[in-house]
């Protein structure tokens, strides 16, 4: 899936610490909705940040990793003292120690760290693809809503076309005597207000534009436009509301990270509980040391200086002063707030397709009923711009049938765009093509 392929190369890049490179925007050609997602995964300032987490994640799960492992450590000091005899003397000494310690058992606390931090990388990915799902919902909204402006600007200019026509017909009419001067200053309104309507609807498809480019991270001066659509699907079936719940609750990345909270606050209490358990060190250090007031030359002082020493250490926790219990009592809030979060989240997701699933079959319904009425509406209103012509219809009539007629073809717009949206966010959601 479309969806898929395009979040895993990311997700691939990021886990081999490949930096993703702003792509060079082309904007001479028009871009389709599918080139924009795209565009956006790799350049949305959002989704980059969101990308970070996950290398911090990942150095976190090798840090816990290396715990596993000795810690060498090596001191070194060198020391020179003054000694009141007969003379004053200068000693000089210096030492050498290689000190070494590994944790042998400490009750699991290491091993669930790690399995702790693994789920934290994967929740970090979740969090990735939850930010680029939202970075996508948003590009498909400001895309259709471009498309809508588009239409609705293309519709504008037919009717101030229109409009102009008519009001030259009008002074023709005035200037023979056939219409009054309050007709012809009417008509005139009429078309300064489908003048200040076409500028309107230029206006909003300049905005929908700017905030796809804000999404897009591209240049707000850069020229670019958008590619259209294929509109004959708006009446397509929309799957059954309890499919695109059942799809989405198992797919969303916001799901599987409500789940994956919940185990990384089961195994914060499992470290806590491990706190009351001894821990074994395995510890063991090589020194040796040398003087300037020794009998031996240098290296024979470090050879007969040598020491050797290896032991292991128990540590047996009795009282810290409620450190441990209060670590238990904080991890079973988080394992009662993450179960409150996943049913929070399954609701806002259940919610949401209701939602969208009420409004897409609402819209579909709207949009055959807007079209029988487009026909209607613009029949009556050209029968009534004849007899205006020929003087049979008032101005009054006209203007009517002209409401009418923009009134039907705006509520046309309006539902088609809104089933062909809602529908392309079930597909979404359905994660499908």
């Known amino acids: 899936m479309r969806k898929k392929i395009i979040t895993g190369i990311c997700l691939l890049a990021l886990s081999l610490n490949i930096s993703l490179k702003a792509q060079t925007a082309d904007t001479s050609q028009d871009w389709t909705l599918d080139q924009c997602i795209s565009y956006a995964l790799q350049n949305n300032i959002q989704i980059l940040k969101s990308g970070l987490n996950i290398d911090e994640a990942q150095i976190d799960l090798k840090e816990s990793k290396a715990q596993l492992f000795p810690s060498l450590t090596f001191n070194t000091s060198q020391n020179i003292s003054f000694e009141k005899n007969d003379s004053e003397t200068a000693i000089y000494a210096g030492s050498y120690n290689l000190d070494a310690s590994m944790t042998i058992y400490n009750g699991g606390r290491n091993l669930k760290t ?24 948003s590009i498909i909204k400001a895309y259709y809503q471009i498309l809508y402006a588009k239409e609705s600007v293309k519709t504008n200019q037919e009717i101030v076309s229109t409009s102009l026509k008519q009001l030259e017909r009008s002074k023709e009419m005035f200037n023979v005597g056939e219409i009054s001067k309050v007709d012809l200053a009417q008509m005139e309104s009429q078309y300064k207000s489908d003048m200040y309507q076409l500028v309107s609807a230029r206006t909003a498809e300049q905005e929908s534009l700017l905030s796809l480019k804000q999404l ?46 919940l185990k990384i606050a089961q195994l914060s209490k499992q470290i806590a509980s491990a706190e009351r358990i001894p821990t074994v060190t395995l510890r063991g250090s090589i020194g040796t040391g040398h003087s300037s007031i020794a009998d031996y030359n240098w ?135």
């Not at 198992?250 to 599987?256: G, R, V, Y």
């Not at 009662?336 to 399954?346: F, R, W």
């Open 114 to 137: 790690i399995k702790q931090n693994n789920l934290q990388v994967e929740n970090s990915r979740y969090n990735y693809l939850y930010t680029a799902n939202s970075i996508e919902l």
């Open 216 to 261: 897009l991270e591209l240049n707000v001066a850069a020229d670019f436009n958008i590619a259209g659509i294929k509109d004959e699907e708006v009446l397509a079936e929309v799957p059954a509301q309890s499919d695109i719940i059942q799809t989405a609750l198992a797919s969303l990345p916001e799901m599987k990270s409500a789940n994956t909270e």
């Open 299 to 433: 290296g024979k002082q470090m050879t007969n200086g040598l020491n050797e020493n290896i032991g292991v250490t128990v540590s047996v926790p009795i009282l810290n002063n409620r450190s441990t219990k209060s670590k238990k009592e904080r991890a079973d809030i988080s394992i009662l707030n993450s179960q409150l979060n996943i049913n929070s989240t399954i609701r806002d997701i259940s919610n949401t397709i209701a939602s969208l699933h009420l409004d897409a079959v609402s819209a579909q319904s709207r949009y055959e009923a807007a079209l029988a009425n487009v026909i209607s509406s613009t029949e009556s209103y050209d029968l009534v711009e004849e007899k205006y012509n020929i003087g049979l219809q008032s101005l009054v009539d006209l203007l009517v049938e002209k409401n009418n007629y923009l009134s039907a073809k705006q509520e046309e717009l309006q539902s088609k765009y809104t089933a062909l949206l809602d529908l392309r966010l079930i597909e979404f959601y359905m994660n499908r093509e």
